[in-house]
């Protein structure tokens, strides 16, 4: 079993910037690989960024592509997601997950709002 906590964020101005992260516990050790997804009303949820359990980034979505940074910190089981140039359209809620095997584990979500 794994538990994943998140925090960071908020409400904040088109152009800012925000940092989430998402402590994991539990059965860390069998965790493949971590991301962060995000859903907007009424959209599907969707793949924001993901990072190997080495830390190396594997995939961002082309809409945040060189504003959004995921990194990890293994020694504080974490991984954070600085998000810079905030626009309206990031506004959803994110949410954190890891991959164990062939089973997903969830985070309970963090609401991000860019005012314009």
């Known amino acids: 079993q794994v538990q994943l906590v998140e925090s960071g964020g908020g409400l904040v101005q088109a152009g800012g910037s925000l940092r989430l992260s998402c402590a994991a516990s539990?059965?860390?050790?069998?965790?493949?690989?971590m991301g962060w997804y995000r859903q907007a009303p009424g959209k599907q949820r969707e793949l924001v960024a993901a990072?190997?359990?080495?830390?190396?980034?594997?995939n961002y979505a082309g809409s945040v592509k060189g504003r959004f940074t995921i990194s990890r910190a293994n020694a504080k089981n974490t991984v954070y997601l600085q998000m810079n140039s905030l626009k309206p359209e990031d506004t959803a809620v994110y949410y954190c997950?890891?991959?164990?095997?062939?089973?997903?584990?969830w985070g309970q979500g963090t609401q991000v709002t860019v005012s314009s």
């Open positions: 997950n890891a991959q164990v095997g062939v089973f997903d584990y």
């Open positions: 539990g059965s860390i050790f069998s965790i493949r690989a």
């Open positions: 990072i190997t359990s080495g830390g190396t980034p594997i």
